[in-house]
């Protein structure tokens, strides 16, 4: 009896190994995939980026928050909506941060339409900081008959679009908090019109095709305070931007998280005492009989 057990444990043992070793092999191949050249059935994963509101101390850099607003509004929202952030977001604490009055400035810039009045009619007036940002577009149709497709909108973009790390990086992203999957893939997706043959070639958007036009070039936006006027620097504040736009609350929730971890750490030290103290009865005799 002894003996098949142990056998059995050896079968076991070398199958798990088995199983190890061929998802290691896998995962090999698939990264050494990942590198290559332009099929168009290859999916390569975006590498991963540093951020500033990464891990779980992260939190968003202003000054580039505001550059990245610049971008959406003089380039991306020529095509895209925004329709969750309203004008006055843009003042709000942890976010871009731009002054009261600049925000109602800005929204005086918009035209919004309103109605209907008294007499049942629509109509346009300036905007007001609580209007939320208009898309260029009157309908979807409209957009499609432009473009050749709908422009997403791009308030929750940041989190909507995710991919899979796979083996054996989501087994330690839960551990590194890594949740920067959507924009890893924005910046790369920006940066991603690498066949100058075909425009619409994108190495990172799924299918290879891309109804969107490259939509930044070196110099096309003017920063102010002396960032560099390059793609890269662009695609990287304008994806910053839409974190931002997807999770306005992230350093409230992370502060609240490293709180609530610190609180339980101490709690559970005063609960470790409290069971010592208690169960250490010093000198009881339980009764044998
Ligand atoms: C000329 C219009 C136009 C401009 C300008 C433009 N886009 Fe797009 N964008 C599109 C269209 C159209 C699509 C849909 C593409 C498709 O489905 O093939 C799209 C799709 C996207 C997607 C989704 C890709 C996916 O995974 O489905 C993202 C993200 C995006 N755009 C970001 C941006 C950002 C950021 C900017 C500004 C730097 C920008 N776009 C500027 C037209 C535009």
Same mark, same amino acid.
């Given at each position: 009896m002894k003996k098949a057990n142990a056998f059995g444990g050896g079968v076991g043992l070398a199958a798990v190994a088995l199983f190890a070793v061929a998802l290691v092999l896998n995962a090999a191949s698939v990264s050494a995939e990942t590198g290559a050249g332009q099929n168009p059935h290859e999916q390569p994963k975006p590498p991963p980026q540093e951020w500033s509101f990464a891990g779980p101390f992260g939190h968003y850099n202003q000054p580039q928050l505001q550059r990245g607003f610049q971008i959406y509004r003089e380039v991306c929202a020529n095509c895209h909506s925004l329709k969750l952030i309203a004008f006055r977001n843009l003042a709000d604490p942890g976010g871009p941060s731009f002054s009261e009055k600049q925000v109602k400035a800005l929204a005086a810039t918009y035209k919004i339409k309103d $109605? @209907?009045?008294?007499?049942? %009619?629509?109509? %346009? *007036?300036? $905007? *007001? @900081?609580s209007d939320y940002f208009p898309w260029n577009f009157a309908n979807e149709q409209a957009a499609r008959a432009a473009l050749g497709a709908v422009p997403p909108d791009l308030s929750l973009i940041a989190k909507a679009r995710t991919y899979e790390r796979g083996f054996p990086q989501f087994l330690i992203d839960p551990f590194i908090q890594y949740e920067e999957h959507g924009p890893d893939y924005i910046y790369a997706l920006l940066n991603g019109y690498t066949n100058e043959q075909d425009p619409q070639w994108n190495e990172y958007m799924p299918g290879h095709k891309i109804a969107m036009p490259k939509p930044l070039a070196d110099g096309v936006v003017d920063y102010e305070d002396g960032s560099p006027k390059t793609v890269p620097q662009y695609a990287r504040d304008v994806t910053a931007f839409l974190m931002w736009a997807s999770e306005p609350k992230l350093e409230e929730r992370k502060r609240l998280g490293m709180s609530v971890l610190g609180f339980l750490s101490i709690y559970a030290l005063l609960l470790f005492a409290a069971k010592k103290k208690i169960w250490s009865h010093a000198g009881a005799k339980i009764p044998m009989d």
């Open positions: $109605g @209907p009045n008294d007499s049942g %009619e629509m109509f %346009e *007036r300036a $905007g *007001r @900081p």
